[in-house]
């Protein structure tokens, strides 16, 4: 668990554990395999993502695995961590998967609710790299990239995640965020989001 403030909000990094990890990749792969089921759980209507598949995650299934009460527990700890309170409510308004392939992309937008997250499920071998020759450390292909306010002296408006399997990032809902297309590749970029309300009074700062 890392607290992290790269600029004004709060942003917290944590790993998913093993046998969520892979009881979600499991999940899927059935998910993708059955075209009905594929079609019900269907979200990309409700989401900006010009990507090949986005479908919401079913509630039983998130609450057997244990994503749900994870979920909850780190959104509990970071609230108490970085404010010194301590919420009573954790209610998920939709936890739902994200399939990205080459020249794909999700455009900047934020979520509603009040906490939301994403994390790394699955991730291609090599992203790719620059079309003109420059510093490959540079590319920003397949990256997710949280942006809020902007360049200022001393102040950056960037931070910029290079992804790993495993890792997952909480933000407040109104973090504006997007993930580059990558090139170079025919696999898949696999990630998981969600949305979710705590106690209004301590999401609504103004009402003290």
């Known amino acids: ?10 942003i917290l990094k944590v790993r998913i554990p093993d ?19 594929s079609k019900s759980l269907d979200h990309g209507d409700k989401l900006v993502g010009d990507v090949t598949q986005e479908f919401k995650l079913e509630s039983d299934f998130i609450t057997k695995i244990g994503w749900l009460n994870f979920l909850g ?8 961590a970085d404010m010194g309170k301590k919420i009573k409510n954790f209610k998920i308004i939709s936890s739902w998967i994200v399939r990205q392939f080459k020249d794909e992309y999700n455009p900047v ?10 994390g790394f499920l699955k991730l291609p071998e090599s992203f ?38 495993g890792d997952f990032y909480f933000f407040p809902n109104y973090m504006m965020h997007t993930v580059y297309p990558f090139k170079d590749s025919n696999q898949e970029r696999r990630s998981i989001s969600f ?13 003290a």
């Open 128 to 165: 790719g790299k620059h079309v003109q020759n420059k510093n490959n450390s540079q590319y920003q292909g397949g990256k997710l990239q949280l942006i809020h306010g902007s360049r200022m002296f001393l102040s950056n408006s960037k931070f910029t995640i290079n992804p790993e399997v």
């Open 1 to 10: 668990m890392q607290i992290i403030k790269h600029f004004g909000p709060s």
């Open 73 to 80: 527990v780190c959104t509990s700890k970071w609230i108490e």
């Open 195 to 207: 949305n979710a309300k705590i106690d209004e009074d301590i999401y609504d700062v103004y009402s």
């Open 19 to 37: 046998d969520i990890l892979i009881n979600l990749n499991n999940y899927i792969d059935e998910i993708i395999k059955d075209k009905s089921k």
């Open 109 to 118: 937008h934020w979520h509603g609710g009040h906490i939301s997250g994403a």
